[in-house]
């Protein structure tokens, strides 16, 4: 038989019939401690926070689909965020950060590690490699990719970032939660680790919190477990259950997403009260080659400027009714949110401060037409 495919590996990898039921579905073990034959003799398994069966099984399930040999399950994506940039960050070191961070790695950097740790960081266009190369100073330890960024969608060759950050010595960290392994594997771009907010597209179903570390380096690996194990913030065994449920549908859940990300992206290039909209997809979107070159397909998620600016913007979030306005992404309902203000807002004053008339969608699995219904109808009075 050849190697499995995406979709069979999202279903089976790490998730065999119970060997004891027979049952089909993953176990949700919920014990906190397990048996030992003698002292230091076990099945795998001693304490919940050190390694857990069902954690056990999402970890090499989205591992495979990454490409990775080794994964790691964290209770948040901040979580995972933080044990990678502690494990490879120490004090005086440099973190290299793109231009639209997500608010919440910026905070951690600038906020947390910088005050407490004493970590440089610059805020780079990493789509500019010779950027790179000025940024990654000798100090250097970690430059951090988004692609696509969140909130502008900005899309970075990762080959040209990964060869200009490891010439200086530095370590390569992609978040993908955007992209989903589905879309876009990293690893296989020259990347070293991958970071995931598993509560967005992997979880699919706001209904679940958690994050994950994908990587090859077996060491590197070993050091992220003993920070995993002694800090804790390990996932809940039903959250993990939950992601795996997720994880059985994110490829046909995608393909719909992009369906209808690429048809949302159409009406508002085409709608008067919208300013300029930013899609991967577009093929005058400044990151599209890369984006055409790394990727299955071009995501679900939309951002757009608003014409009328900052009270714009605002009035185009409180009037839809099927985007619902709230934070996060990547789920079955689709959202709206005005991330200056919201999921953004720890960048105001920043190199990284949004537009405040900029918009952000995450399109969702709603019947199409409803939602090209709704954003005429909270556009269309501002026309």
Not at 8 to 20: L, M, V
Not at 238 to 244: A, E, N, T
């Amino acid at each position: 038989m050849t190697d499995p495919g995406f979709e069979t590996r999202a279903i089976h990898e790490g998730q065999p019939p119970d060997p004891t039921t027979g049952a089909v579905v993953t176990p949700i073990s919920l014990s906190t401690t397990f048996a030992q034959a003698a002292v230091g003799e076990h099945q795998g398994f001693e304490y919940a926070r050190t390694a857990n069966p069902t954690r056990q099984a999402l970890e090499r399930c989205v591992a495979s689909l990454e490409g990775a040999s080794h994964g790691l399950a964290f209770a948040s994506g901040m979580a995972a965020e933080d044990a990678v940039l502690r494990t490879l960050a120490g004090p005086g070191s440099r973190v290299v950060l793109p231009l639209d961070a997500y608010g919440g790695t910026f905070r951690l950097v600038a906020r947390v590690l910088a005050e407490t740790s004493g970590v440089e960081w610059a805020a780079v266009d990493l789509a500019s490699p010779e950027a790179v190369r000025d940024a990654c100073r000798e100090q250097t330890a970690v430059v951090w990719v988004e692609t696509p960024t969140n909130p502008l969608l900005s899309c970075i060759d990762l080959r040209a970032v990964a060869e200009a950050a490891h010439d200086a010595g530095a370590t390569v960290v992609v978040d993908n939660t955007f992209a989903t392994p589905y879309l876009q594997r990293p690893l296989e771009f020259g990347a070293d680790l991958v970071v995931h907010s598993t509560t967005k597209y992997l979880g699919g179903h706001s209904d679940v919190l958690g994050g994950f570390v994908a990587l090859d380096d077996a060491e590197l690996a070993e050091r992220l477990r003993f920070v995993q194990n002694a800090v804790g913030a390990v996932p809940s065994p039903f959250d993990c259950y939950l992601v795996l449920r997720g994880v059985k549908t994110l490829a046909v859940r995608m393909d719909r997403h992009c369906r209808s990300a690429r048809a949302v992206a159409a009406l508002l290039e085409a709608h008067p009260a919208v300013r300029t909209v930013l899609y991967p997809g577009l093929a005058e979107h400044p990151g599209h080659d890369a984006a055409r070159r790394q990727m299955r397909d071009f995501g679900g998620m939309v951002s757009f400027l608003a014409r009328g600016g900052e009270d714009a913007a605002l009035a185009v979030v409180r009037a839809t009714r099927v985007f619902t306005l709230g934070e996060s992404l990547g789920a079955v309902e689709s959202l709206i949110e005005h991330p200056a203000r919201m999921t953004h807002a720890s960048v105001a004053d920043s190199p990284l401060a949004v537009d405040p008339a900029l918009i952000r969608l995450s399109v969702g699995l709603e019947t199409l037409e409803d939602l090209l219904d709704d954003l005429r109808g909270a556009l269309d009075p501002l026309a």
